[in-house]
């Protein structure tokens, strides 16, 4: 008796993506043709889920930007990258940063730079926090206000 494989189609492949996590409409489509799925059965399938409003990228970034933002332990810098990983839009995701966002970068730098530095006793504190922060995605203005505070903290 052999049992014989039945192909998923797109919809049903997406459909089961999409149970697991939200996905991008690039995620999703880049996930489907990696699966050796025809690009013209993958579009009508990305073009039925909009349509049932299965995915909606502007309301999926807009959440994710938020998630991200309030977790505090991201530069803004390394969320636009992770989002734009994701496939959404650099031009749409820049419109989400608020204006307070300096005051987050300054809070989010101090907390990254809590948790990797437990004493300051090191006499390369400074170059291993610069470097440290810099690969976080901080600018300079943000680490050296982030190195002054904390030196004083200390």
Not at 44 to 65: G, P, S, V, W
Not at 77 to 82: F, P
Not at 93 to 98: T, W
Not at 126 to 144: H, P, T, V
Request: hydrophobic share 40%; aromatic share 10%.
């Amino acid at each position: 008796m052999s049992t014989m494989k039945i192909k998923k189609t797109a919809l049903m492949k997406a459909t089961e993506l999409l149970a697991y996590r939200e996905h991008s409409e690039a995620e999703l489509k880049r996930k489907l043709l990696a699966r050796k799925y025809d690009s013209a059965e993958v579009d009508a399938t990305i073009d039925k889920l909009k349509q049932h409003n299965y995915l909606d990228d502007a309301e999926l970034c807009r959440q994710q930007f938020e998630n991200f933002y309030a977790e505090g332990k991201l530069s803004v810098r390394q969320i636009v990258a992770k989002l734009i990983q994701r496939g959404f839009d650099k031009d749409f995701i820049e419109q989400l940063i608020p204006a307070d966002s300096d005051e987050h970068e300054l809070q989010a730098a101090t907390l990254a730079l809590t948790k990797k530095f437990k004493t300051v006793d090191d006499k390369n504190f400074r170059a291993k926090a610069w470097q440290f922060l810099s690969g976080r995605g901080f600018d300079s203005e943000i680490i050296f206000a982030t190195l002054e505070n904390f030196s004083d903290g200390s």
